[in-house]
């Protein structure tokens, strides 16, 4: 998540994007300036790039009576374009009672553009300008920045940084900012070493996605679920990125042998267990019975994917 601008404008926006995804989300705060000239009007001014912006709205404040999937402002009615690039949003009068407004920007890309999404491209999106507007004046302005994108192979740990800041700063219901938590915790860079704990793990944070969907759709969290469908799992455990750990914590109840103690377990290696399995038959039934399960959880992330990212 890069921060642009400073004092009465912050820019807040995922400037590493997966190659192919063409759509995001950006945030402008801004603080109300000081020293104001009377009479004076603030207004934004964004000049488009390369993206098109498909929303943009204001959250209200936390204090709205409004429930929380309803505190928006939609402000499509009242940008004005002066050019075919270029739109003004006049801002209200009166800044909340905290001191700052939230813009939240979404865009995306043409895909039949050249080069659009592709893997080492980086574009400057957005230019971003926070205007003092006075009558009979030129516009002064107050704070400028840019909305950039830089496009990168697809990573399954990277690409859930945009959402674990959302939950962390996004006013989320606490149900699904929770639920998003344990995914990004769930998926870190370490991962078992036997392939047993390698899919139990795997499905265990699939199934952490699958409630993150879920909770989504139930409060109407849309910037919920566009950054979940950008998060690509890759290959699981066996992304190059990923290091691995052991002894893992094998399930040897479900093959029906005795647990050891856990000074036992911490000292054998994450491989022994399989080999020394008296019933190979039973590694192998349970083995594929979970391999099954991740296979259904990773077409279910793939659906969600295609059907929010429109097939990217």
């Not at 009465?8 to 950006?26: C, I």
């Not at 302005?141 to 990277?158: K, Q």
């Not at 290696?269 to 399989?274: L, N, R, V």
């Not at 080999?275 to 969600?304: C, G, K, M, N």
């Amino acid at each position: 998540m890069s921060d642009s601008g400073a004092g009465v404008l912050d820019l807040r926006f995922e400037s590493e994007q997966p190659a192919g995804v063409l759509a995001g989300h950006a945030v402008i705060v801004v603080r109300p300036p000081a020293g104001l000239a009377p009479a004076s009007e603030t207004a934004l001014r964004l000049r488009l790039f390369r993206a098109r912006i498909t929303s943009l709205r204001r959250r209200l404040p936390p204090s709205s009576a409004l429930p929380p999937g309803d505190r928006w402002e939609d402000l499509t009615t009242r940008v004005r374009a002066e050019s075919s690039h270029v739109l003004h949003l006049p801002l209200e009068a009166g800044p909340p009672a905290d001191g700052a407004s939230e813009y939240h920007l979404w865009w995306d890309m043409d895909p039949s553009e050249r080069d659009a999404g592709a893997e080492g491209e980086v574009r400057a999106l957005f230019d971003v300008r926070l205007l003092a507007r006075r009558r009979g004046a030129d516009d002064t302005v107050l704070a400028a920045g840019h909305i950039t994108a830089a496009w990168e192979a697809p990573h399954p740990v990277r690409d859930l940084l945009q959402l674990d800041h959302l939950a962390a700063h996004g006013h989320l219901p606490r149900p699904l900012a929770d639920a998003i938590s344990d995914l990004v915790r769930a998926n870190g860079e370490m991962v078992p070493w036997c392939r047993y704990c390698a899919l139990s793990w795997e499905l265990e944070v699939l199934t952490y996605a699958d409630r993150v969907r879920g909770l989504a759709e139930h409060h109407d969290a849309t910037d919920v679920a566009l950054l979940l469908a950008r998060w690509d799992p890759g290959t699981g455990p066996d992304h190059p990125d990923r290091s691995r750990y052991h002894p893992c914590r094998c399930q040897r109840l479900q093959l029906g042998a005795h647990p050891d103690t856990a000074e036992e377990w911490r000292a054998e290696t994450g491989e022994a267990w399989w080999e020394e399995s008296q019933d190979p038959t039973a590694r192998e039934r349970v083995e594929a019975r979970l391999r099954e399960q991740v296979d259904v959880a990773r077409l279910r992330h793939l659906a969600h994917r295609h059907r929010t990212l429109g097939g990217s």
